[in-house]
């Protein structure tokens, strides 16, 4: 019963996606701060996989949930699309397919105002802290080979690095 209610549910999504639906969710936990609060309300696109880019805050599905972090790279890699996702709050990251995407959040809503992310000094930002996230990424992988060595079983520096230079990029701009 639980594959046949999944199907129904990928149906469903995919027949939204291609009307342009949006769904509003209210956010629980903190993967996302400072950008995203608990409690935010998001306005989500459902959008095809393709209209996603480095620095969208995306929804996916994972392990029968809808997570929402920011895409810092995407790849192809065995003939399949990877998105690499991120919570701006954490220090790790992982791989999600293509067909993980429910779409793009654009509004934020928080103590009676909206935050749309189509203003270009919020899309700017996003950019930004997608791009810092990109950097990230390929730091990391190229370092990952010698942490061992060198760090141990510590995280590596240019994570907490990363996330303390989003955190003080995030400070600087306020959200209008």
């Not at 930002?125 to 990391?140: A, E």
């Not at 080979?145 to 760090?151: E, N, Q, R, V, Y």
């Amino acid at each position: 019963m639980k594959k046949e209610v999944n199907k129904w549910q990928d149906i469903i999504l995919e027949i939204w996606k291609k009307e342009n639906r949006k769904i509003k969710l209210i956010v629980k936990g903190f993967s996302m701060e400072p950008y995203i609060h608990a409690n935010d309300t998001i306005l989500i696109n459902l959008l095809p996989y393709d209209k996603i880019k480095i620095g969208d805050i995306t929804a996916f599905l994972q392990n029968g949930k809808i997570v929402v972090h920011r895409i810092i790279k995407i790849k192809k890699y065995k003939g399949k699309l990877l998105f690499c996702q991120k919570g701006d709050n954490l220090t790790g990251y992982s791989w999600i397919e293509s067909d993980q995407i429910i779409g793009r959040v654009d509004i934020i809503e928080r103590d009676n105002r909206k935050i749309y992310f189509k203003k270009p000094s919020n899309a700017l930002l996003n950019l930004f802290l997608g791009i810092s996230g990109l950097v990230f990424i390929n730091i990391f992988e190229l370092l990952t080979p010698l942490k061992k060595s060198l760090f141990g079983n510590q995280s590596l520096p240019i994570i907490k690095l990363i996330n303390f230079w989003n955190r003080l990029i995030y400070k600087f701009y306020v959200l209008q």
